[in-house]
């Protein structure tokens, strides 16, 4: 059972729009920031988002995210069928020192 | 860039001890820039963070793995290092190494991280 709650599948055809939602608490997302990373099978995970709203260099703008109280929103536009993945939001349970958690990844699906 | 690369043993036998390396390339593990980090992925894909290591040695562990986890860092070699005793079938997953920023960020990210490597454990 992971910290963070996210849906387990979202589903959207390609150059449409997905959002993925994280839903957590206030000693988790109410009181840090959060990131999202996208694994894919047989490569390194991915730093997608930080500081809940920040793009990595080369990250490109179609991904975007939002945190408002406990829970964050990651949406990515212009879907390709390269986005199709595994993607999972994180962050820190009340301070760095008492550890990181994640959600249970949600697989996007572009049809 | 910072580069990770896993290694050890793929398969444990229960109530043994896993031993995994990171190798860094592309970064110093004597840098503060960055904490030191160990994650694992389960079959069902879950992930769950196991711990991370200071470049002065100072650790930090997941609470419900402190009493047999134990990670290391090795300067001079460029490497650290993750121990976990006792292991049953409920430690397979994919162990990840993963940098975490300590740089430009106020949330500390999961910057960088290595391909994994699946351990299984079962005799």
């Known amino acids: 059972q992971s910290v963070l709650t996210q849906p387990p599948s979202v589903s959207a055809a390609p150059g449409q729009k997905v959002t993925i939602s994280c839903s957590g608490s206030s000693s988790n997302i109410g009181n840090n920031y959060v990131s999202w990373y996208q694994l894919l099978p047989g490569t390194a995970p991915k730093l997608l988002i930080y500081d809940n709203n920040k793009r990595p260099s080369g990250i490109p703008d179609r991904f975007s995210a939002s945190k408002s109280g406990t829970s964050a929103t990651l949406a990515i536009t212009g879907l390709q069928t390269g986005d199709e993945a595994d993607y999972y939001c994180g962050t820190w349970d009340s301070s760095l020192s008492a550890g990181g958690v994640f959600g249970g990844g949600t697989k996007l699906t572009v049809l | 860039q910072v580069q990770l690369q896993e290694s050890g043993p793929g398969l444990v036998a229960p109530s043994q001890t896993l031993s995994l390396t990171c190798t860094v390339s592309?970064?110093?593990?004597?840098?503060?820039?960055?904490?030191w980090s160990w994650i694992r992925q389960y079959p069902g894909k879950g992930l769950e963070w196991i711990a991370y290591i200071y470049y002065n040695g100072n650790t930090y562990y997941n609470p419900s793995l402190r009493s047999r986890v134990t990670i290391s860092i090795d300067t001079s070699k460029n490497q650290f290092s993750l121990r976990v005793s006792s292991v049953t079938a409920a430690d397979t997953a994919v162990y990840y190494c993963?940098?975490?920023?300590?740089?430009?960020?106020?949330?500390?990210?999961?910057?960088?991280w290595g391909q994994g490597t699946l351990v299984t454990v079962s005799s």
């Open positions: 592309g970064g110093s593990t004597s840098s503060s820039n960055y904490f």
């Open positions: 993963a940098t975490v920023r300590n740089y430009d960020s106020s949330g500390y990210p999961f910057d960088y």
